[in-house]
């Protein structure tokens, strides 16, 4: 099986190294490998390190350098069209591998797998965060002991979205969507929407990866402010599990606002 692994880049440049070493280190033919590192316009030193891994290193490396910034969902999605491969996955340069990844997606044969997701539990803030969306998601966000199947019936039962996950080429083009206007469009969560309209989403619990989450306060708020409207632009419209939530919550912070003004008057 051959592979192109897109690894969008946006300030990781004390971890891409690390998920460097995890692609060197897994129990695959290197040469049925491609790692196109797209960076999207990232305002840390990121690019320099990426040019730097490229030259050191004895993987197939590509750099695609975006001149403007214009969110993970657009990034991939261009890049995937320059990608050698009819095979991709798509990651994220805060993730380490399981030496058997590829070799456990392979054996899967599958045109869509979610990979399974371990936190490593370097900070408080990862603890914190893995804590939430355990008793948002229950059983299915507990390490799975079986593999699992998402579709459109069942879709809001599991986390959204993906840190990595493997696709058919063919079907991450045909499900993208066209014309994003906005960087702050969800990263991934209605692009598997419609892939699981076609196909059912494999959440396999052999096909491993490790993730670093962001050390400090400001980082992990400044992540969260990112997020906010990415997670809004795909879950508040009439009829998604989360609106009447994020509805109430807008409603609620505007009569805050409006009481707090009433009272410093």
């Not at 971890?15 to 590192?37: A, G, M, W």
């Not at 305002?43 to 350098?65: F, G, M, Q």
């Not at 991709?88 to 054996?107: A, C, R, S, W, Y």
């Not at 400044?222 to 807008?250: A, M, N």
């Amino acid at each position: 099986m051959n592979i192109t692994i897109i690894t969008p880049i946006y300030g990781q440049e004390k971890t891409l190294h690390l998920h460097v070493k995890s692609i060197e280190d897994l129990n695959y033919d290197k040469s049925k490998i491609e790692l196109i590192f797209a960076n999207d316009k990232s305002p840390d030193n990121v690019l320099k390190v990426a040019e730097k891994i490229k030259t050191t290193s004895k993987l197939n490396i590509r750099i695609v350098d975006y001149k403007v910034n214009r969110g993970t969902a657009i990034c991939a999605i261009e890049t995937a069209k320059k990608a050698k491969h009819p095979n991709l996955l798509i990651t994220n340069g805060k993730v380490q591998f399981d030496p058997e990844l590829l070799n456990e997606i392979k054996k899967s044969n599958h045109p869509v797998i979610n990979c399974s997701l371990r936190f490593k539990m370097n900070n408080i803030y990862a603890k914190l965060f893995f804590l939430v969306r355990r008793g948002l998601y229950r059983e299915k966000f507990n390490l799975p002991k079986e593999d699992q199947w998402q579709d459109q019936e069942n879709f809001y039962d599991f986390p959204t979205g993906a840190t990595t996950f493997f696709v058919k080429k063919g079907l991450y083009l045909e499900t993208a969507e066209q014309n994003i206007k906005s960087r702050h469009h969800n990263d991934d969560t209605s692009h598997f929407w419609k892939m699981a309209g076609l196909h059912k989403i494999l959440r396999s619990h052999k096909a491993i990866i490790y993730y670093s989450n962001r050390d400090g306060l400001l980082n992990n708020l400044s992540h969260i402010y990112q997020r906010g409207p990415k997670f809004v632009s795909f879950y508040f419209k009439p009829g998604k599990k989360y609106f009447p939530l994020i509805l109430i919550s807008l409603l609620s912070l505007i009569a805050i606002t409006l009481l707090a003004q009433d009272f410093w008057r």
